[in-house]
């Protein structure tokens, strides 16, 4: 079913189905742009231009080439200084929301947790094996 929506880019309303995020005439337009890109990056001289460089060149705003990389439409594999920021650090990635440091840190971070977790589970263990050894004993 689709939904009533404003075009973030241009203010119309759209019908969103979930397949596209703009409107019918800007996804023209960013289409348009994406091929314009993808000329420019086709070019062997240009397969190793940053984000910055193909900003300059074709007029297309870092935002958009982000969404196209994050999409899977332009590959880091093929032109290697493209990515998009970590939503934590905001450092570019080329997979996943995280770069590979903000990664390793919530990773390291996760297991201090769960090794603070069995600590403490292990620290009620031993106080509710006391508590029965005790109430035996009074028995």
Known sequence: MAELRNCPTCGEFFNYTGIRDVCAKCAR???????????????????????ERIVEATGVTEELLHKWVRKGRLQP??????????????????????????????????RTFEAAQEFREAVVESDRGTYLAEQRKNR
Do not use: H
């Open 77 to 110: 594999a093929l032109f290697p200084n493209l990515g998009y920021p970590c939503d934590n650090c905001g450092k570019l990635t080329q997979k996943g929301k995280l770069c590979d440091s903000c990664t390793e840190d919530l990773k390291k971070d996760l």
């Open 29 to 51: 337009d960013e289409e348009k742009m994406y091929e314009e890109v993808y000329r420019f990056l086709r070019r062997r001289e240009n397969r190793a231009a940053t984000i």
